[in-house]
Every structure is written in C-alpha cells, then in structure tokens.
C-alpha cells in the first residue's frame, strides 16, 4: 500500500460502518472476526458485526453459561456491518493481497504450495498472524478517533477475533480497547476460567 497502512485501511472501513448502521439500542460490543475464505490465508475476509443484550437473553438458555452466551461469536447475531475481503469485496481483497505482497513480503502461488506445501503453511499462518496484529492496531486506531461510539453516545469494544477464543485473543482485545471497556468476563471467558 501506497499512501495508507493496513491499519488505516481497516480503521477507516470500520469507522464508516459504525457510523453508517443503524444499530439496535441494546447493541454492546462489535465484532471484528478474521477468517479465510476456503481456508486459503490468501483470501482473508475480516466482518464486522454486532450483538444485543436482546439476542444474549435469547440464548443464555442454550449456551453453557451467561459468559458463553455474551462472548461466544457462535451465538451472536450474525450481522454484517461490513466486511473486507473475500468475495463480497473484491477491491478490499485487492488491498490486501498486494499489502501482504509489497508492505509485508508474504505470498505464496498454487505452484508454490504443489512444490513446499510446508513452507506454503508456514508462509499462511504468517500472512494470518500479521493480518490479525493490522485488525488489532486497527481497533486501536478506532477508539483512538472515538468512533466506537454505540446508539447511548458511549464507546464500546470492538472484538478481534478468530473464530475460537484463547489467551491470545483477550491479549489482544485488553491491548488495543480502552482499560475497562471490555468486563473481566470476557477475559475469563477467553482464558476458559468462566
């Protein structure tokens, strides 16, 4: 990328979905979920959605407890906000192939993959790894612009994430949201002590 960080691109996207939804009063928290496309880590797709308390009490009764049911993506509502990457977006796609090309200098052909599919893998959880510390810094970014405004006038976290949860993740998450943002319950949650 030329003019701009990954990290801007990503902030920038975000800042003008939040800002854009018309969200539900009851929203508390958004989610910024990386995954990949046919699990190919050249094509990355990171969604941004949201959940409600509304939608928390709808399944407390089916997840294995109250945490469970706040923090796991799985039980969210699955709303797209907005998503970089993939099929749906094929110029974010863009941006992000040629950012891991030219910034980060990591890629891979299907040639590549046939002839070392070790180091293709390893080449893939790279690509991921970094993607996933550009969507962090990017939530970073948003808070520090205070466009994680929610429909109360007040900030909300914004959950990066996989689709699993561990320590890894709620590092993350305490890094780049503001301190007391996110509950300790979450971090519980991460950690399986909840």
Known sequence: ????????????????????????????AFSLWLHHEDDDPRRPVLWLGSNTETRV?????????????RWNFAFWQQDTLMEIGGDNDPDGAGVVEAWFKHDVGLW???????????RATEL?????????RGAADAVALVHGSDSSVGPKGKPLPIIVHELEYFDEIAI???????????????FAWCRGEA
């Open 1 to 28: 990328m030329s003019d701009q960080s990954i990290e801007h691109y990503i902030a920038g996207r975000v800042e003008q979905s939040i800002r854009a939804s018309a969200l539900a009063s009851d929203v508390y």
């Open 172 to 186: 993350a998450n305490e890094r780049v949201n503001p301190s007391g943002l996110l509950p300790s319950g979450f």
């Open 108 to 118: 891979f052909t299907d040639e590549d993959e046939a002839a070392d599919f070790d």
């Open 57 to 69: 009490e709808s399944v407390v009764d089916a997840a294995s407890s109250p945490e469970e049911a």
């Open 124 to 132: 893939g959880q790279e690509m991921h790894e970094a993607l996933f």
